[in-house]
């Protein structure tokens, strides 16, 4: 009887392990908990500024969507403010999708030459360039846009230079390592065997990358370019330094023309908190923020057909 | 020991292990000569001189790491870029490890098959015309006509012939390998080689595999590495034992099992160790 009793007596004494263990739950949880706390309060805060547009300011959400004239401190003829953030919606959506779609053709070569072509090449050279890329601050990409790139557009295309075009060529060159490198961990997953099958029934290693290769992987490329617009749709910094800051209906990519960052960036310190002008930003940023949730949505979705196949 | 006194000690005095197939019915139809293989500076196959007879099963058995899946790699040049390989490897009298040949073109004659089924995420239909397509081949009767006759040689027509459209990941194991067989054989081969195709596979697939291949010796050279001595005793004429990357004996099959040459195939193929 004594040696069971002891016996319980030691399994049920907590081990110096077992209460470290419960501090590795507690600390693991809590660092979580302050995650999930930011986000909900960055959401909840910039909710219900931007929504204080619509609610305490009475802007109509179609005025707001569809309105071609920014310029909140001024009423109209009909004594509305002008809020109209379609230029600026417009200018977000064409600068993200075009630099997407000068970026892609770039990723995907350069990820087939990393992975496919010449993988000791690929490790040794443009792997540590694309990361260097990657770690360039944004702002020296918005000087170099600003001191080569709006000249050389104003020199061959005329205009001012700022505009559309510009920064989507500053873009195109942010996004590229993003893309590229999500691309060749996608070109990583296919299993090597695939490769083999293909090889095997006498299919060349362009008609294996372009058949097999590039199929199996389509999930994770798609998965990278949208990765990459999310990035070229929250860049503010060098896009506000290229793009001319006017927030006008781009007529042609060489007019100034502004997007959703350009806009807040420029205006945020010159406005008074809880005023119109303040709140018109706020929901831009509600644009952005949810644009960005729009676009982790679509990754997921993505990913998530990828598995199934 | 006094019963194996016959048997060779000295593996030096068989240092050419070349049978020619005595059967005039089946002639050679590929042979290596000379055939090193190094990985690096690493020397994986030293001297694989083997002939191969035609519409024959060739089977290559020996312990893991002792060289045939590289062997069997090499034959149709599936180590290009991984490993260096010498020598010459002649099929139907024309040198194919030559730098001019044209791989692709090599690679439709003498078809492979590998130790993990792997079909593509394509519909099963798709899977066998991918390399028809390659070549080509766009007229719809054509393609139905030879997905038909590749599933039917490969004993699975019957169990997909409803389910062509159907993703080829849905298969069972064996049913994929079948499939795989089926791809091989869509673009017509001399030569059909196959890594380990049963090691992933349970009894039931397997003996089902066995049945398949010795169908489609009739119309196809079969060269078959194999973990399992039973398997190359069911369904193979000729066995080549290799060690340490060395051919050590090669002769028909019932030669191999009852009256081996050297000591280690004796001990391999009586599983006294391997």
């Not at chain 2, 058995?61 to 020598?87: E, H, Q, Y």
Request: contains cysteine; glycine residues 8%; hydrophobic residues 45%.
């Amino acid at each position: 009887m004594k040696s069971t009793e002891q016996l319980e007596q030691q399994l049920k004494r907590h081990s110096k392990a077992a209460k470290l263990e419960i501090w590795g739950k507690v600390v693991s949880f809590s660092a979580l908990l302050l995650i999930v706390a930011v986000v909900v309060a960055i959401i909840g805060f910039v909710a219900s500024k931007g929504l204080a547009t619509f609610f305490s300011n009475h802007v109509s959400l179609w005025d707001f969507l569809s309105g071609k004239s920014w310029n909140p401190g001024v009423t109209d003829a009909h004594g509305k403010p002008e809020v109209g953030a379609l230029p600026m919606i417009v200018g977000s959506f064409l600068i993200t999708i075009l630099s997407a779609i000068v970026a892609t053709p770039f990723a995907i070569g350069t990820a087939v030459f990393m992975n496919e072509i010449s993988p000791n090449k690929g490790a040794k050279i443009l792997q540590p360039v694309t990361e260097l890329l990657v770690g360039i601050p944004s702002v020296v990409y918005g000087f170099i846009g600003l001191s080569v790139v709006v000249p050389v557009t104003r020199a061959v295309f005329g205009g001012s230079g700022f505009g559309i075009l510009s920064g989507t060529c500053v873009l195109f060159v942010m996004i590229l390592p993003t893309v590229t490198s999500m691309s060749v961990d996608a070109l990583r997953s296919v299993p090597r065997y695939y490769r083999e099958a293909s090889l095997a029934l006498g299919a060349t290693q362009w008609q294996t990358i372009y058949k097999v290769v590039l199929r199996a992987a389509t999930p994770g490329m798609m998965t990278a370019v949208v990765f990459g617009m999310a990035r070229a749709f929250g860049e503010a910094l060098a896009v506000q330094m290229v793009i001319g800051n006017a927030a006008l209906m781009p007529g042609s990519l060489v007019d100034p023309a502004s997007t959703l960052t350009s806009v807040l960036t420029t205006g945020i310190g010159n406005t008074v908190m809880g005023s119109l002008q303040n709140n018109a930003l706020w929901s831009l940023a509600l644009v952005l923020l949810l644009m960005s949730l729009v676009f982790n949505l679509i990754i997921r979705l993505i990913g998530r057909k990828g598995r199934l196949q | 020991m006094f019963l194996s006194n016959d048997i060779t000690q000295n593996t030096e005095m068989l240092d050419r292990h070349v049978v020619q197939p005595a059967d005039p019915q089946h002639p050679t139809i590929l042979s290596t000569e000379d055939l090193h293989v190094y990985y690096g500076k690493k020397e994986a196959i030293a001297e694989g001189d083997l002939r191969f007879a035609s519409n024959q099963i060739t089977a290559l058995i020996g312990p893991s790491g002792s060289g045939k899946s590289t062997f069997l790699r090499s034959l149709n040049r599936m180590n290009d870029r991984i490993a260096t390989v010498t020598g010459r490897i002649m099929y139907r009298g024309v040198d194919i490890n030559q730098p001019d040949i044209d791989v692709y073109e090599m690679r439709r004659r003498v078809g492979m098959v590998f130790q993990r089924p792997n079909p593509f995420a394509k519909s099963i239909y798709d899977n066998i015309a991918f390399a028809l397509r390659l070549r080509g081949v766009t007229d719809k009767h054509a393609l139905d006509e030879i997905v038909e006759t590749s599933l039917k040689q490969a004993a699975l027509w019957n169990q997909v012939k409803d389910d062509l459209n159907k993703s080829a990941l849905a298969l069972s194991g064996g049913q994929a390998q079948r499939l795989c067989i089926a791809r091989a054989i869509a673009v017509k081969p001399d030569i059909l080689l196959l890594d380990e195709p049963a090691s992933a596979l349970d009894p039931v697939s397997t003996s089902q595999l066995e049945d398949t291949l010795l169908e489609l010796k009739q119309h196809y050279s079969i060269i078959i590495v194999t973990h399992n001595m039973q398997q190359a005793g069911r369904i193979s004429e000729y066995t080549a034992f290799f060690n340490q990357g060395r051919v050590l004996e090669y002769d028909t099959t019932s030669h191999i099992f009852t009256n081996p040459q050297v000591q280690v195939t004796s001990d391999y193929v009586s599983g006294n160790f391997g």
